[in-house]
């Protein structure tokens, strides 16, 4: 069975003939690239390309270690990456980058530099200091804003309705390349516009959402026409390619919903609703919503908004254990990844406990069907060659 087949009939809800392996499969579903150059060397891969996905410092998955690793699902492209992945015209769309003692591609519309102390820059914005494997933004200069000083109109918020005709069809074109020339589901990154807004920032919209929930529901109904008019012709240009498409939105952190699941029903929810409602009339595409933190408060209401899939399951916070999850939503939602978190699972830990703690999460997310095998996000670059040789092997044990 090829991994098209396999996850076609996986995400309609038959049986299929093992647990679907979804590494790569997403922006959030990876490897740092350092963890990816280890996997490269597990697998025995000698294909240079190590590709940088997104700000994340995440890498894309080639089909040379879909193909070692058995990997079922493959990544369209993502909006936060400016270079094209596939077909025949995308490698100059790329160029090599030394860092980390090894050899990368970043997007060529990148620029890096490097201080002479050893710092890297990333468009003279976001920094890697030296012996740091990631890229750290800004941190904002102001903190502790009234609630008057960043309070913009939603009169003056207009999301664009339509995606650029060039970026449809270069979509398209690669869609159709990967679909004649690998056997993969096909899985579009992040591309629409999505319900994660705070005008005038974070403080500001928390504040809001108490004051003012009459604008925040302006706010989000825009953004939902917006999205919902880009799915429409994202649909058109790679519909019938693609069988998942991404969206994102970090509703929690390790303690529950930030919001608090009260107040997230109030402003969020009708706007989910009517989101993913929309979302299942356009398209076949299934709706996967990476969310990171505890939400398994709200994850019941997410389900009757219309979610499919949901990634990256972070077991590690609060109230997100895999067996109550399972219990609780298994028969109605995929889950895609959960197996192992780092912050459970320091590079400290001993191989045997990684073996049996990731074989333990599969077994209990992969009852009854409904799991996609996945890390918790993107695996980060310390983490042992020995760990991932670990979970895979579970993996394999289990699947």
């Known amino acids: ?125 976001a920094k890697c200091p030296p012996g740091g494997i990631y890229f750290d933004a800004p941190i904002p200069s102001k903190i502790g804003l009234s609630f008057d000083d960043h309070k913009p109109s939603p009169d003056d918020f207009n999301p664009g309705h339509e995606l650029p005709e060039s970026f449809l069809r270069r979509l398209e074109e690669d869609a159709k390349w990967l679909y004649e020339n690998t056997d993969y589901c096909i899985s579009c990154g992040e591309m629409i516009h999505d319900l994660q807004l705070a005008p005038g920032g974070i403080q500001s919209w928390w504040m809001r959402m108490i004051e003012e929930p009459d604008a925040c529901h302006e706010f989000l109904d825009k953004a939902c026409d917006a999205g919902i008019a880009q799915l429409k012709q994202l649909d058109q240009a790679v519909g019938k390619y693609c069988d998942i498409l991404m969206i994102a939105h970090d509703i929690g952190d390790v303690r529950g919903v930030t919001a608090g699941p009260g107040l997230w029903r109030e402003i969020y929810k009708p706007h989910y609703k009517r989101l993913f409602t929309e979302w299942h009339k356009i398209t076949n595409m299934k709706v996967s919503l990476h969310c990171c933190g505890s939400v398994s408060d709200i994850l019941g209401d997410l389900i009757e908004c219309g979610l499919d899939i949901f990634n990256p399951v972070q077991i590690s916070a609060d109230r997100m254990n895999p067996a109550k999850l399972k219990k609780d939503f298994g028969d109605k939602l995929i889950f895609y990844g959960g197996c192992f978190d780092s912050v459970l699972y320091p590079p400290t830990t001993p191989d045997e406990i990684v073996y049996e703690s990731v074989k333990k999460n599969i077994q209990i997310f992969s009852e009854g069907d409904g799991y996609i095998f996945a890390g918790v996000h993107n695996l980060p670059g310390d983490m042992p060659e020995s760990h991932l040789m670990a979970m895979f092997k579970a993996y394999q044990d289990c699947r």
């Open 1 to 125: 069975m090829t991994s098209r087949k396999r996850m076609k009939k996986f995400l309609s809800g038959e049986k299929v003939d093992r647990i679907p392996n979804g590494l790569g499969g997403c922006e959030t579903a990876g490897l740092h690239n350092l963890a990816y150059e280890k996997l490269k060397k597990i697998l025995g891969v000698t294909d240079r390309k190590n590709r940088i996905c997104t700000f994340m410092t995440n890498a894309i998955f080639e089909p040379s270690i879909l193909k070692a690793m058995e990997g079922d699902i493959i990544l369209l492209g993502t909006r936060m990456c400016p270079s094209r992945f596939w077909g025949p015209e995308a490698d100059s769309e790329w160029k090599d980058l030394d860092i980390w003692n090894t050899t990368i591609q970043v997007a060529q519309a990148w620029n890096f530099r490097k201080d002479v102390d050893g710092t890297y820059w990333w468009n003279d914005w």
